[in-house]
């Protein structure tokens, strides 16, 4: 009756491949004739046997430990119970390894695998070193760098953006403090010498830039200030009345702030320009990130239109070699049947041939059978004729 299952490690050979039931049968088989050969062949070069055994073993169980975990971590054990599930598989007893710890440790010197030891046993991690992988784990650092330079890099000039922001900011203050220091000290008390007098306001307003105009004068009025000679000299034909005409009267108040609420409106002169409102460095630096999220959201849309261009291009190339592959398949199918057809016809033909080749014996062995007949035919019509004669 043929076993079924593992058997006894210790009853199996490995140099003859031969797996016995008891210790009895591995008596008679180690002092059988085939296995004294091959022991004696074994002698020679022992060392050469147990390394050949050695890395077809660990070849085998890399190739499991690949294939079915990868690169997750698992117990020893457990891929050991998997490999030794073969009937076929390469015995460790016939390595240069004792134990499985001792494998487990060989491995994780030579950087095959990163292992560690726990109170629950070995557990093993298999490192992948193919090529494929490397330039694919390099790719995705050079991205990683690539990303983190972009990142730093703006983060930098955020900082230095900022940074700039915060000095004019605080030039600025320095410069409003200086002003208020310069009022403080140009400012006088209010006396009036009699209580009957008209309060009279003289204020003057710096000119700015694209305005020439002057608030001054002890009657309050505002005088525009031409921007230059011609349209100081040239009267406006399409007003009614002149610059001069048109400035209300002064008018008194009972307070220094009805006086100064209630002044003059300015007049419409068509010669003033608009001064642009000036940006804050704030502003500036959104504008400039709004800008920049622009010119990367069109380079990420440009690089995903590319993307999209070469695996368009690479499916068409696919496509292609797929078609040439179905051609060269059905030009190899022509040719097979035409293979088929001939040979067909070479079997006919034979065919025909032997057919041909048994008629003409059949017609030789039946002139044959007549010549034999009429050779006994003769022998009878002579038996005949000597009886006859005897008689």
């Given at each position: 009756?043929?076993?079924?299952?593992?058997?006894?490690?210790?009853?199996?050979?490995?140099?003859?491949?031969?797996?016995?039931?008891?210790?009895?049968?591995?008596?008679?088989?180690?002092?059988?004739?085939?296995?004294?050969?091959?022991?004696?062949?074994?002698?020679?070069?022992?060392?050469?046997?147990?390394?050949?055994?050695?890395?077809?073993?660990?070849?085998?169980?890399?190739?499991?430990?690949?294939?079915?975990?990868?690169?997750?971590?698992?117990?020893?054990?457990?891929?050991?119970?998997?490999?030794?599930?073969?009937?076929?598989?390469?015995?460790?007893?016939?390595?240069?390894?004792?134990?499985?710890?001792?494998?487990?440790?060989?491995?994780?010197?030579?950087?095959?695998?990163?292992?560690?030891?726990?109170?629950?046993?070995?557990?093993?991690q298999w490192v992948d070193n193919s090529p494929k992988t490397l330039a694919r784990q390099e790719a995705i650092a050079?991205?990683?760098?690539?990303?983190?330079?972009?990142?730093?890099?703006?983060?930098?000039?955020?900082?230095?953006?900022?940074?700039?922001?915060?000095?004019?900011?605080?030039?600025?203050?320095?410069?409003?403090?200086?002003?208020?220091?310069?009022?403080?000290?140009?400012?006088?008390?209010?006396?009036?010498?009699?209580?009957?007098?008209?309060?009279?306001?003289?204020?003057?307003?710096?000119p700015t830039v694209g305005t020439g105009l002057k608030l001054g004068g002890g009657a309050g009025l505002l005088k525009?200030?031409?921007?230059?000679?011609?349209?100081?000299?040239?009267?406006?034909?399409?007003?009614?009345?002149?610059?001069?005409?048109?400035?209300?009267?002064?008018?008194?108040?009972?307070?220094?702030?009805?006086?100064?609420?209630?002044?003059?409106?300015?007049?419409?002169?068509?010669?003033?320009?608009?001064?642009?409102?000036?940006?804050?460095?704030?502003?500036?630096?959104?504008?400039?990130?709004?800008?920049?999220?622009?010119?990367?959201?069109?380079?990420?849309?440009?690089?995903?239109?590319?993307?999209?261009?070469?695996?368009?291009?690479?499916?068409?190339?696919?496509?292609?070699?797929?078609?040439?592959?179905?051609?060269?398949?059905?030009?190899?199918?022509?040719?097979?049947?035409?293979?088929?057809?001939?040979?067909?016809?070479?079997?006919?033909?034979?065919?025909?041939?032997?057919?041909?080749?048994?008629?003409?014996?059949?017609?030789?062995?039946?002139?044959?059978?007549?010549?034999?007949?009429?050779?006994?035919?003769?022998?009878?019509?002579?038996?005949?004729?000597?009886?006859?004669?005897?008689?």
């Amino acid at each position: 009756m043929k076993a079924k299952g593992l058997q006894k490690l210790r009853w199996y050979c490995q140099i003859c491949e031969k797996q016995c039931r008891d210790e009895n049968g591995f008596k008679c088989h180690c002092a059988s004739e085939s296995h004294q050969r091959k022991i004696l062949l074994v002698a020679e070069s022992p060392e050469k046997y147990v390394n050949d055994y050695s890395s077809e073993f660990q070849r085998d169980f890399l190739k499991l430990l690949s294939t079915r975990y990868g690169t997750r971590r698992v117990h020893a054990n457990l891929v050991y119970q998997e490999f030794i599930a073969d009937r076929t598989h390469l015995h460790m007893n016939a390595t240069k390894w004792a134990t499985l710890s001792e494998f487990v440790m060989h491995l994780g010197k030579e950087g095959i695998a990163t292992v560690d030891e726990t109170p629950k046993g070995w557990f093993i991690q298999w490192v992948d070193n193919s090529p494929k992988t490397l330039a694919r784990q390099e790719a995705i650092a050079k991205k990683e760098r690539m990303e983190m330079d972009d990142e730093q890099r703006e983060q930098k000039l955020i900082q230095q953006q900022i940074d700039k922001a915060n000095a004019l900011k605080q030039q600025q203050q320095e410069h409003a403090e200086g002003e208020d220091d310069k009022v403080e000290e140009g400012a006088t008390e209010l006396v009036r010498e009699n209580e009957e007098e008209k309060i009279k306001l003289d204020i003057s307003i710096k000119p700015t830039v694209g305005t020439g105009l002057k608030l001054g004068g002890g009657a309050g009025l505002l005088k525009p200030k031409s921007l230059n000679a011609l349209a100081a000299k040239k009267p406006n034909p399409f007003s009614s009345k002149s610059t001069s005409s048109s400035t209300p009267a002064p008018t008194s108040a009972s307070t220094t702030t009805s006086t100064a609420t209630t002044g003059p409106s300015l007049p419409n002169n068509s010669t003033n320009t608009t001064v642009p409102k000036k940006r804050s460095a704030m502003e500036e630096i959104i504008e400039r990130e709004m800008a920049k999220k622009k010119r990367l959201s069109e380079l990420d849309s440009f690089r995903e239109r590319e993307g999209d261009r070469d695996r368009d291009r690479d499916r068409d190339r696919e496509r292609d070699r797929e078609r040439d592959r179905d051609r060269d398949r059905d030009r190899e199918r022509e040719r097979e049947r035409e293979r088929d057809r001939e040979r067909e016809r070479d079997r006919d033909r034979d065919r025909d041939r032997a057919r041909e080749r048994d008629r003409g014996d059949y017609d030789n062995e039946r002139e044959r059978e007549r010549g034999r007949e009429r050779d006994r035919d003769r022998e009878r019509e002579r038996e005949r004729v000597r009886d006859r004669d005897r008689y």
